[in-house]
């Protein structure tokens, strides 16, 4: 009778210590899935059967990876991702120009990448800038950030692995959105409504 009690007790234990690793398993698992599953897109440029499109993996609400991310789009059927170049911070709006893509990286002002090998796409240049960069545009020598609250960022990349801040143009709203052209430059503001500005100077 002794050994029928002990016996049922350890086969107890045995099923309740298999039912705690297993149920921690599958908590695991399922983390690490949700983790995975929230990829955000965010900005998407076509150019000759090529996407370029930024892009941030969250986990519990905090960044665990963003950046550039290209695609192959020649056969709509079968679109593939060829290459990624990493940023830190929050990638967001992409402006390209001469094989070379210029992000507003969030928190991280901009990040300039090298797109020639689009299998190695590589970080050049970087500037942290003030507040947070939501859109780029660039005309000649010079990019411009949508730095939310900070207005707008003038950067000078006629240098692009030494990119320099030469400029803050404060507006009164939050710049979101920017787009530069000749002598002009077009501001979505939020409040401010939409700004445009003279930069002939």
Known sequence: MKIKKTFMLVFIFIILVSFIFVGCGIKQ??????????????????????????????????????????????????????????????????????????????????????????????????????????????????VYIAAGTDGIQVINVSNREKPFLVNTIKTSGYASDVFAEKAYLYVADGDGGLQIINISN
């Open 29 to 142: 698992k399922t983390s690490v899935n949700v983790c995975s599953d929230l990829v955000h897109a965010n900005f998407v440029k076509i150019i000759n059967n090529y996407a370029y499109f930024s892009y941030v993996i969250l986990c519990g609400g905090d960044v665990v990876e963003s950046g550039l991310k290209i695609a192959d789009t020649k056969n709509k059927d079968d679109i593939k991702v060829i290459g990624t170049a990493k940023t830190s911070g929050w990638a967001n709006g992409i402006f390209i120009e001469d094989n070379y893509v210029y992000i507003a990286n969030g928190k991280n002002g901009l990040k300039i990448i090298d797109i020639r090998d689009k299998n190695n796409p590589k970080i050049v240049g970087s500037l942290s800038t003030p507040g947070f960069s939501n859109s780029v545009s660039k005309y000649g020598d010079f």
